[in-house]
Every structure is written in C-alpha cells, then in structure tokens.
C-alpha cells in the first residue's frame, strides 16, 4: 500500500470549512483513498473514498488531484464534534482481506 | 440499527487469567477484524477471517486466539501467554472482497490486566 503524507494537527473554526490535505505521491493506479477519522476513545470511523473523481457524502468532501499524488478532505461546516484524528489511507479497494495501516493521522481541532 | 457491537466497554482482569472479549455485527458483512490500540499509538491487526470458519494471523497474533463459527460473531481470547495484554481492542468488519477498504469499527473494549 502507497504511503502517505499528513501534517500533524491543524485548527479550525467552527462553522468554517475544514481542509484536511494528504500527500500520496507513489499511489498506484488501481489504489483508492480512503479517510477514517477517530474521536478520543472511540473505534475509528469510515467517511469517504474515492479513486480519481471528487465524491462527496453526507459526512464530507473528497477532492483528488488529476495526477492523483494528493488529495483533501473537505468538512463543509465543522462542528466541535468534529474534533478527531482523521487518517488518509491509500490501498486497493479489492483483493484478500487485510489491515488498513493508520499512520499518524492530523489531529484536527475545531475550535468556538 | 444495523451496527458493531463490543462488550464489555472496561474489563479489568489479573495477570494470568485468560479473557474472552466479545463482537457481534448485524451488518451481514463477511469480513471481520480485531486491531489492538496502545496509547499514542496506530492500530495494529491481530486476527482477521473472510468467512466463516476460517480466520487468518494478523502482524501480532501471539497470545491471542479467536473462532469465527458463525457470520456476525469474532469473539477474541487473550490468554495468558500475552505479554503486555493492556490495551484498547477494536473490531471491525468489512462487507464484502469488493469493499475491502470500508472498514466499520465497534466502539471498542478496554482491557487492563493487573
């Protein structure tokens, strides 16, 4: 699975948008990007993915780059609820089951 | 509400004691999962199974064992032959070998063993 690159933390005001970035340079072709975020003391939770178009959910946005190398998770509207380490993930979709390999993630604080 | 669930949320055991901790999914997914999480640090895989009846080594498997008889339980045993058995355990499960990259997380159980 490609590697990826995330800053550490980042802040964020309430009510504005949170623009998560991730840096996946050697992604393959056949890898998508996946974004998980953990509250504190929580299992981790599934937002999005996406292999090339932008995506967006209920949850957030999903926006690639054209040569694929990066890639931002958008939160419209934070919410201190959003508070959380949110990991971007790089693997392929299909395949024999097997970890999903959380880095260190960006610990997003969102803030009144 | 279709969903994971892991109980206890605390358990508290002494050292030598074999624990058993429980996940149970309603989502019919095939897959299912069992990370350990230490303080500060990433998830790491334990055990995964694809189906029933068949289950598979993850990156640290020793002093643990779990079964998969059937589709919506993964129960996990630490036994005593784990060393530093206190930590944070999370199940997952995946829905299908075509979503393997979707990966629903219970609410986790944390283990202390004194």
């Known amino acids: 699975d490609a590697k990826t690159t995330q800053p550490p933390s980042m802040d964020c005001a309430e009510g504005r948008a949170a623009n998560l970035p991730c840096n996946h340079s050697?992604?393959?072709?056949?890898?998508?990007v996946y974004w998980y975020r953990q509250i504190h003391s929580q299992g981790p939770q599934y937002i999005i993915h996406?292999?090339?178009n932008n995506e967006t959910n209920e949850m957030a946005s999903l926006i690639i780059t054209e040569d694929r190398k990066s890639s931002t998770l958008i939160l419209p509207h934070a919410t201190l609820r959003d508070t959380a380490v949110y990991y971007c993930?790089?693997?392929?979709?299909?395949?024999?089951?097997?970890?999903?390999?959380f880095g260190t993630g960006t610990r997003l604080q969102v803030t009144l | 509400d279709g969903g994971i669930t892991q109980s206890p949320k605390y358990l508290f055991r002494k050292e030598g004691q074999n624990v058993t901790l429980s996940c149970e999914q309603n989502?019919?997914?095939?897959?299912m999962y069992w990370y350990r999480q230490d303080p500060g640090q990433g998830l790491r895989l334990i055990y995964y199974?694809?189906?029933?009846?068949?289950?598979q080594k993850g990156d640290i498997a020793e002093g643990y064992s779990v079964s998969r008889e059937k589709k919506e339980s993964f129960p996990l045993t630490v036994t005593s032959a784990q060393k530093n058995p206190t930590a944070f355990y999370l199940c997952?499960?995946?829905?299908?070998?075509?979503?393997?990259?979707?990966?629903?997380f219970g609410p986790g159980t944390r283990l202390t063993v004194t």
């Open positions: 997952a499960s995946s829905p299908g070998p075509d979503r393997l990259g979707e990966q629903y």
């Open positions: 050697t992604i393959s072709g056949n890898e998508y």
């Open positions: 996406g292999l090339k």
């Open positions: 993930i790089v693997r392929v979709r299909t395949g024999t089951a097997s970890k999903l390999t």
């Open positions: 989502l019919n997914h095939d897959a």
């Open positions: 199974s694809q189906i029933v009846n068949d289950f």
